[in-house]
């Protein structure tokens, strides 16, 4: 599909990227969702624990939340009151050790995960007709790289998807992370990061030489030295090479929405998919002139990005 238009104004002060991404992420006040949080088990002997809103509808939207994120996240909190009001349910991943208790194995999340999300898809696969996936950031390339990497079978009950602020190119993406206009972003990743990756050493003091965090600078360090290898990958370079959803878009045969803000200060010029979503029938891309990372702010209790991801699912019912 070509690219579509769209009509993102921001108040004139939030036209700058920087002040879009950070007053969306720390000053927005939300108001509250009451999730029922129900626990998932994996066949590797995990857990998911995964916060639902069911109204009785037999639609349910799953939303997959960024890089060290949870459905505490005010842009997960906000999406799933818009949905829920509008009549869909809710499933909010918190992926593994992102729900405020650390997960049994030594495998975490990573951008490629995919196998967790669809384990959740068959959680709520029997109860409900229409099952949605929206994802943001690192979630919003789960959810392309699910639909396109074929590893594992769709569900007909799968009717639309829309992700937001993607870094489809995981490692072009690592490389404008490390532009020193962004040294805040990732010192906050790598703290909470850092952190966990110390209560994973005690719980697995054989398996993980905590003493590769002084040699971590950037978070390409940190993927080097540990998201990789304690998920299988060689080092960040093949994580990022295998992870990234850029190269399985073509492959997207449900109607799926990417919206990436020019502006996104996380994501590299090869994070802008134009070639894909032209010669797609079913892949489309918006790329709005402002809107920072997860930003996109609004008047209103809800924003504009926010209203898109409604307006897409309400089309493909």
Known sequence: MPILSNDYKPPFLFKYR???????????????????????????DDFLDIDFIENSSKKIVILCHGL??????????????LLSLNGYSVAAMNYRFCSGEINRQLVTYHSGKTDDLHAVINYVLPNYESIYLVGFS????????????????????????????????????SIALRRSEN?????????????????????????????????????TDFDDYFTSKINGFEDAEDY????????????????TLLINALDDPFLSESCFPVREANESSNFYLMTPLHGGHVGFISKGDFYWSEYQILNFLDRNL
């Open 18 to 44: 920087h002040i879009n991404t950070i007053y969306s992420s720390l000053f927005r006040k939300t108001k509250p969702v009451f999730f029922k949080r129900k626990r998932i088990e994996t066949l590797d």
């Open 68 to 81: 060290e994120g949870s459905s505490d996240s005010k842009y997960i909190q906000a999406t799933a009151k």
């Open 138 to 173: 690192l979630g919003g390339n789960l959810v392309l790289k699910y639909n396109g990497d074929s590893l594992f079978s769709l569900s007909s009950k799968i009717k639309a998807n829309v992700a937001i602020s993607v870094p489809v190119d995981l490692k072009g993406s």
């Open 183 to 219: 040294t805040l972003y990732s010192w906050r990743f790598l703290r909470t990061l850092s952190k966990k990756m110390h209560l994973k050493h005690h719980q697995f003091p054989e398996n993980l030489d905590i003493r590769q965090l002084k040699k971590v600078k950037t978070l």
């Open 240 to 255: 990022y090479l295998k992870a990234s959803s850029k190269q399985f878009i073509p492959n997207i045969s449900k109607p």
